[in-house]
Every structure is written in structure tokens, then in C-alpha cells.
């Protein structure tokens, strides 16, 4: 009975999820047009990530194993705060936020806000709700291809944006690079909360 309930609790979940990440990226807001690189790597992730999903939602329903439900619980922590993250740092990149890596004609870099802690807190963000929610299936497989093929892919894509930032800032960008961390903060963050270009 008490897994019964954690099925219908996961299926609403899930239904939740896709719907959100639908709307995030296919809903409309103002951006402006540039010039974009690495085109491949928005169809290969999104591959990776419905594949993550969908591998989750079929381990759960076709392993049908145990449910720890404080892994699910720890899981469900971790895809709330991914999706306020990454929503609290595409509102502070504004109309400069893509799903590529794109640089636009006199495009502002952003070192405020989340930015001041992370240069790639949106890659952390989506790192999160990747592991979150096999995490809250329970589905070890789909962890693993989160864990082992969408994490090294993105990995990837970051070596790319921030060649593509230094060409496009140079010095303002390394300098940036040197004060605040790619995905994990640095010390200095701590102490320091703006960066001025």
C-alpha cells in the first residue's frame, strides 16, 4: 500500500518535471540573437537528458525493487533547489540566457548575483536535477548514465563556453576565471560578493 502511494507520488513527479523543463525550454522569453558555437551539444545533451528520464521511469516501473524512500527524499531536496537555481540564474542573465553557447553583439558579461559565487551555476543546476531524479526513483542505471554520460558531455560543452568567453572578453573574462570558480565556489567568494568587470 505505502509503495502504491509512492508510485502515484513519483508518476505526478515526473509528470511535474517534464512539464517544467518543457516550459523552460521551449516557452518564449526575450533574448537577443548571436552568434553561436558548438551547435551539436544542445541535441546531444537534451538526447542524454530525456534518455536519464525515461531511464528513470522505466527502471522504476520495470525493476520494481525496494523504494528507500529517504534516497527519494534526498532526491526530491535536490531537484527543488536545481530548479531554483537555475531559474534564480537565468533570471539574472535576463535576455543574455541561451540554450547555447551563444555571444551576442556588445553582450554584457555577468558577474552578479549567483555569478559572483559560480561562473556556470545553470551547469550545476542541471548537474542536480540529472542525479535528482533517478534519486528519487531509486533507478541506479539511470543514475549512472547521468553520473558517467551527461556529466562528462557537459563537461565537454564548459571547456567550449569558456573558450568562447575568453575570446569574446579576454582579460575581463580570465580575470573573472582567476576570482570566482566554474561550479564550486571558491573561498574567496565567501568574502567577496561582486566582481567588477
Same mark, same amino acid.
Given at each position: 500500500?505505502?509503495?502504491?502511494? *509512492?508510485?502515484?507520488?513519483?508518476? +505526478? *513527479?515526473?509528470? *511535474?518535471?517534464?512539464?517544467? $523543463? =518543457?516550459?523552460?525550454?521551449?516557452? &518564449? &522569453?526575450?533574448?537577443?540573437?548571436?552568434?553561436?558555437?558548438?551547435?551539436?551539444?544542445?541535441?546531444? =545533451?537534451?538526447?542524454?537528458?530525456?534518455? !536519464?528520464?525515461?531511464?528513470?521511469?522505466?527502471?522504476?516501473?520495470?525493476?520494481?525493487?525496494?523504494?528507500?524512500?529517504?534516497?527519494?527524499? +534526498?532526491? =526530491?531536496?535536490?531537484?527543488?533547489?536545481?530548479?531554483?537555481?537555475?531559474?534564480? %540564474?537565468? &533570471?539574472?542573465?535576463?535576455? #543574455?540566457?541561451?540554450?547555447?553557447?551563444?555571444? $551576442?553583439?556588445?553582450?554584457?558579461?555577468?558577474?552578479?548575483?549567483? #555569478?559572483?559565487? +559560480?561562473?556556470?551555476?545553470?551547469?550545476?543546476?542541471?548537474?542536480?536535477?540529472?542525479?535528482?531524479?533517478?534519486? !528519487?526513483?531509486?533507478?541506479?542505471?539511470?543514475?549512472?548514465? %547521468?553520473? *558517467?554520460?551527461?556529466?562528462?558531455?557537459?563537461?565537454?560543452? =564548459?571547456?567550449?563556453?569558456? &573558450?568562447?568567453?575568453?575570446?569574446?572578453?579576454?582579460?575581463?573574462?580570465?580575470? #573573472?576565471?582567476?576570482? +570566482?570558480?566554474?561550479?564550486?565556489?571558491?573561498?574567496? %567568494?565567501? #568574502?567577496? $560578493?561582486?566582481?567588477?568587470?
Amino acid at each position: 500500500m505505502e509503495q502504491n502511494w *509512492f508510485t502515484a507520488g513519483f508518476v +505526478v *513527479f515526473m509528470v *511535474f518535471v517534464v512539464a517544467q $523543463r =518543457l516550459m523552460e525550454t521551449f516557452g &518564449r &522569453r526575450p533574448t537577443i540573437q548571436g552568434n553561436r558555437c558548438l551547435r551539436l551539444s544542445f541535441p546531444v =545533451l537534451m538526447t542524454v537528458h530525456v534518455g !536519464v528520464f525515461a531511464g528513470s521511469v522505466v527502471e522504476y516501473f520495470w525493476m520494481q525493487r525496494q523504494v528507500r524512500y529517504w534516497i527519494s527524499a +534526498v532526491g =526530491l531536496v535536490l531537484y527543488v533547489v536545481s530548479v531554483v537555481l537555475r531559474n534564480v %540564474a537565468i &533570471r539574472t542573465l535576463g535576455h #543574455y540566457f541561451s540554450l547555447h553557447i551563444e555571444i $551576442r553583439e556588445q553582450h554584457k558579461l555577468i558577474t552578479h548575483g549567483v #555569478y559572483s559565487w +559560480v561562473r556556470h551555476p545553470i551547469y550545476i543546476a542541471v548537474i542536480m536535477e540529472l542525479v535528482s531524479v533517478p534519486l !528519487v526513483a531509486n533507478a541506479w542505471g539511470a543514475l549512472g548514465g %547521468a553520473v *558517467f554520460v551527461y556529466v562528462p558531455l557537459l563537461m565537454w560543452r =564548459l571547456v567550449h563556453e569558456e &573558450r568562447a568567453m575568453i575570446e569574446s572578453f579576454g582579460e575581463i573574462y580570465c580575470a #573573472y576565471q582567476r576570482n +570566482v570558480g566554474a561550479l564550486l565556489p571558491r573561498l574567496s %567568494a565567501f #568574502y567577496r $560578493r561582486r566582481i567588477e568587470p
